[in-house]
C-alpha cells in the first residue's frame, strides 16, 4: 500500500492488530500478579477476619490456580481475536469476582477488602494500558460484582456506605482512566506516524528496487548501443577500405596491364641481346615478372575483399585461402616467425572464401602479436602451425603457435565482443567474436585449446557437405 492510499481505518485495522500482542503480553505479566499476590494476602486474613482466614486461604489459592490457567491459555497459539480478547479480560474477572466474594462472606458493605478492587481497577490502566473502552467494560464488571456482594452479603444494606465506596472507586476510575486515555492517544499517534513512514520506507525500498532494475536495463541497453555504434563504425570503415581498394585496384591494373604487356615485348626482343648477356637478361626478366605476378596476387586478394557478394557459401580451396591470408600477412612474417603447413592441397571446406581468409588474417595476426611478448629460449624459434585434418564428420583447419597461450580467467571471454587482453589503440576486441558470428554462418565452429606459457590452437570445424 502507498503512502498516497493510506487511510484512518487501514491504520486502525493496523493498530488493532499491534494493540492486541501487547494486551496478551500485559494480561499475561497480569496474572502472574495475580498468582504471586493473592496468597500472601492470608496474612492480612488472619487479622481483619481470623475465623474465615482458612476459608479465604482456600478462595486465594483458587484464584491463583485459575489466574494460571489463564496465563497458559494465552500463551497457546491459535486463538482467534476474539478469543484472545475474551481470555484477556479473565485477568480481572477472576480476582474481581473472588475478592467480592469475600466482600460477601465478610459482611458485604462493611468489608474492607474493597480495596482490592481498586488494586484491580489500577491494573487496568497501569498494566495492560487499557484503552477507553476496556477500561469502561472492566470497572462495569467490577463495580456489578462490588454492588451485587453488598448486597447479597448483609440482611440490611446501608447505601450510603455502599455509595461511599463505589464513589471512591469511581474517583480512582476517573484519574486512571482519564490518565490511560491520553497515554493511548499519544501511543496511537505514535503509532500511526511509525505505521505512515514504515509505509513510505517500503514503497521507497520499492520504487529503489525498480529504479535500480530501470538503471541496470538502461545501462545494458546502452551497451548495445555502444556495441552496435562500434560495429557500425568499424562497418562503416571497412565499407569506405573497400571503396578505396576497388579504386586502388581499377588504377593499379592499368600499369600491371602496361607492365605485363612490356615484359612480354622485352621477351620478344630477347634475341637482339649480346649472348654473353641473354643470361643476366633473362634473370632480370624474370625478376620483374615474378614481382608482377606478387602485385597481381595482391590484386586479387584485395578485389575479393570489395566483391559486393560476400554471403554465398561455396566449396573453397583450403589451400588457396590460406596462401591469401599468409601474401597479406607476409611484410609481418618476414624473418620473425616459422610456418609449417601439413594440410593436403586438395581439402576442401564448405564457407565462404572472402570471410574464411578474414578467419585466416585475424588468427594469424593473433598468434604473431603474442610471440612478440615471449622471450623464446634454448633455441626454440617463434613458429606457427597450420594443420588440415578429414575427419568423418567434419573437414577441420587449425592454427597453432608456441605462443604465450591465453590464460584461464580470458579463455572463456575470448570470442565476446569487444573483449580484448590488448592495450589500448592495439585492437577493438572484435577480431574473434567476428571469427566466431563467420563460422556458426558457415555452419560450422571455432574452438580454442591452450596452455599458457607454452602455446595456443585454433580448430575450425566445418560438416562435411553431402
Not at 458485604?108 to 477507553?132: D, E, K, P, R
Not at 546502452?222 to 570503415?237: G, M, Y
Not at 575483399?305 to 580451396?317: G, I
Amino acid at each position: 500500500m502507498s503512502v498516497e492510499t493510506l487511510n484512518p481505518k487501514a491504520i486502525r485495522d493496523a493498530y488493532t492488530k499491534y494493540t492486541l500482542a501487547d494486551s496478551i503480553r500485559n494480561s499475561r505479566v497480569a496474572c502472574a500478579l495475580v498468582v504471586l499476590l493473592m496468597p500472601p494476602g492470608y496474612l492480612m486474613d488472619v487479622n481483619v477476619y481470623p475465623e474465615l482466614a482458612g476459608y479465604f486461604f482456600k478462595l486465594r489459592l483458587l484464584t491463583s490456580a485459575c489466574a494460571a490457567m489463564v496465563y497458559f491459555a494465552l500463551g497457546r497459539s491459535g486463538w482467534s481475536n476474539t478469543q484472545y480478547r475474551i481470555l484477556c479480560t479473565g485477568w480481572y474477572v477472576i480476582p474481581a469476582f473472588f475478592i467480592s466474594w469475600m466482600i460477601f462472606a465478610g459482611g458485604g458493605v462493611v468489608s474492607s477488602y474493597y480495596a482490592g478492587l481498586n488494586l484491580v481497577i489500577l491494573a487496568v490502566s497501569s498494566v495492560i494500558q487499557a484503552t477507553l473502552k476496556e477500561s469502561i467494560v472492566a470497572v462495569s464488571i467490577i463495580l456489578t460484582m462490588y454492588v451485587s456482594a453488598c448486597v447479597l452479603g448483609a440482611s440490611s444494606v446501608e447505601w450510603k456506605w455502599v455509595a461511599n465506596n463505589s464513589f471512591f472507586m469511581l474517583c480512582t476510575v476517573a484519574i486512571v482512566v482519564t490518565g490511560n486515555y491520553f497515554y493511548n492517544r499519544l501511543r496511537f499517534r505514535e503509532f500511526s506516524l511509525r505505521y505512515e513512514l514504515d509505509a513510505s520506507r517500503k514503497e521507497l525500498e520499492v520504487n529503489n528496487a525498480t529504479l535500480d532494475r530501470q538503471n541496470k536495463e538502461l545501462a545494458d541497453t546502452i551497451q548495445k548501443l555502444t556495441e552496435a555504434e562500434s560495429q557500425l563504425v568499424q562497418s562503416e570503415k571497412m565499407a569506405s577500405l573497400g571503396r578505396m581498394s576497388a579504386g586502388i585496384i581499377h588504377e593499379i591494373n592499368n600499369p600491371l596491364n602496361f607492365a605485363t604487356t612490356g615484359i612480354f615485348t622485352l621477351k620478344k626482343k630477347a634475341r637482339h641481346v649480346a649472348t654473353e648477356q641473354q643470361e643476366e637478361y633473362n634473370e632480370i626478366l624474370k625478376d620483374v615478372e615474378d614481382g608482377i605476378t606478387r602485385v597481381k596476387n595482391i590484386v586479387s586478394d584485395l578485389r575479393m575483399f570489395t566483391h559486393p557478394n560476400t554471403d554465398n557459401l561455396d566449396q573453397v580451396n583450403a589451400a588457396e585461402v590460406v596462401a591469401s591470408a599468409l601474401r597479406f600477412l607476409s611484410n609481418e612474417m618476414k624473418d620473425k616467425v616459422t610456418i609449417e603447413q601439413t594440410f593436403a592441397a586438395t581439402q576442401i571446406v564448405h564457407a565462404n572464401k572472402n570471410k574464411l581468409i578474414h578467419v585466416f588474417v585475424n588468427l594469424i595476426q593473433n598468434s604473431l602479436d603474442a610471440m612478440k611478448d615471449k622471450p623464446f629460449v634454448n633455441g626454440e624459434k617463434p613458429t606457427i602451425w597450420i594443420e588440415g585434418r578429414d575427419e568423418p564428420a567434419a573437414s577441420c583447419l587449425i592454427v597453432r603457435d608456441n605462443g604465450p597461450g591465453i590464460s584461464s580467467e580470458h579463455v572463456d571471454k575470448i570470442f565476446d565482443p569487444f573483449y580484448t587482453t590488448k592495450d589500448v589503440g592495439e585492437g577493438m576486441g572484435l577480431g574473434l567474436s567476428i571469427c566466431y558470428r563467420i563460422m556458426q554462418e558457415c555452419k560450422g565452429k571455432i574452438t580454442v585449446r591452450t596452455e599458457p606459457g607454452k602455446f595456443c590452437e585454433f580448430t575450425l570445424e566445418f560438416p562435411k557437405q553431402p
